[in-house]
T-cell receptor
Framework: KNEVEQSPQNLTAQEGEFITINCSYS?????LHWLQQHPGGGIVSLFM???GKKKHGRLIATINIQEKHSSLHITASHPRDSAVYIC??????????FGTGTRLTIIP | NAGVTQNPKFQVLKTGQSMTLQCAQD?????MYWYRQDPGMGLRLIYY???????DKGEVPNGYNVSRLNKREFSLRLESAAPSQTSVYFC????????????????FGAGSRLTVL
């Protein structure tokens, strides 16, 4: 069964802290997406990766295919980073499986 | 580029009424998707279309129909709405295969909040 688990479910941190959000999945995948859902509801794709590491600004995504695990890191966190972060592994077809998300709150 | 445009943004229906959610993208993407998002659950795929003229069922297709009218447009129809279909619906699209780094990420519409009474 294609399953995905994110941790933590909720995370509150002070501005400037280094943030890590984790995603584990059950079987082999072709790629994994990280998404950000804003408080207003809009969803934005952050990364799609199939190996290694990608960086965009203060965001870094890594994936370990052998361990079936991906992480999203945010450096120098800011209140505007407050959102729900969702991972979505692609188990080899068009049908992405979405995690339930990690709700991140950054306090000034 | 408008990206992915969904209409309507909000809709209230009575049980048994029908409606169509419209979705259009102007990015020349091959694949289009309809998802629903319910509290405490991840996005779930209702239907998708890998290319113009093809549609396939996703995880939760019951009670819905879709039409891939052309490459740009992918509509979702509720023939007889039920309270269980109260949800936020998202349309998304992507290029299925691209050699351009980052090109085949998903692009989402703003969402349509549907309430069925």
């Amino acid at each position: 069964k294609n399953e995905v688990e994110q941790s933590p479910q909720n995370l509150t941190a002070q501005e400037g802290e280094f943030i890590t959000i984790n995603c584990s999945y059950s079987v082999g995948i072709s790629a994994l997406h990280w998404l950000q859902q804003h408080p207003g509801g809009g969803i934005v794709s952050l990364f799609m990766l199939s190996s290694g590491k990608k960086k965009h600004g203060r965001l870094i995504a890594t994936i370990n295919i052998q361990e079936k695990h991906s992480s999203l890191h945010i450096t120098a966190s800011h209140p505007r980073d407050s959102a729900v972060y969702i991972c979505a592994p692609n188990f080899g077809n068009e049908k992405l499986t979405f995690g339930t998300g990690t709700r991140l709150t950054i306090i000034p | 580029n408008a990206g992915v445009t969904q209409n309507p943004k909000f809709q209230v229906l009575k049980t048994g009424q029908s409606m169509t959610l419209q979705c259009a993208q102007d990015m020349n993407h091959n694949s289009m998707y309809w998802y629903r998002q319910d509290p405490g659950m991840g996005l779930r795929l209702i239907y998708y279309s890998a290319s113009e003229g093809t549609t396939d069922k996703g995880e939760v297709p019951n009670g819905y129909n879709v039409s891939r009218l052309n490459k740009r447009e992918f509509s979702l129809r509720l023939e007889s709405a039920a309270p269980s279909q109260t949800s936020v619906y998202f349309c998304a699209s992507r290029i299925q295969f691209s050699v351009i780094p980052g090109a085949n990420v998903l692009t989402f519409g703003a969402g349509s909040r549907l309430t069925v009474l």
